[in-house]
């Protein structure tokens, strides 16, 4: 549905660890998986499909392993209220990063 709102905008839905642009990109938004840290690998692999100066804009859990691999690395970390997210209690971040 995204596309069809966006037809000049190249957009991905799938693995970023399995992404192998032609080219870096300015912007990147993204909802990774949380599973046993997945959201730390998929964010780190997106920041390299970045181009210098070029902005990613997350969500990812707000735990110690979360915060120790990523905080110090945004320009923003903005917690969520638990249950921000239907059905589900977790602690959650927005993050955004500039490379």
């Known amino acids: 549905h995204l596309q069809a709102h966006f037809p000049e905008v190249r957009i991905?839905?799938?693995?970023?660890?399995?992404?192998?642009p032609e080219r870096r990109y300015t912007r990147i938004i993204m909802n990774p998986p949380f599973h046993r840290g997945d959201d730390i690998r998929h964010i780190r692999r997106a920041l390299t499909l970045?181009?210098?100066?070029?902005?990613?804009?997350?969500?990812?859990l707000d735990g110690p392993r979360q915060q120790k691999a990523l905080e110090s690395l945004a320009d923003v970390w903005e917690p969520l209220p638990r249950g921000t997210f239907t059905y589900t209690q977790v602690a959650t971040a927005i993050l955004r990063i500039t490379v």
Do not use: M, N, V
């Open 12 to 20: 991905w839905c799938g693995d970023f660890l399995e992404y192998h």
């Open 50 to 60: 970045l181009e210098p100066g070029g902005i990613l804009t997350g969500i990812c």
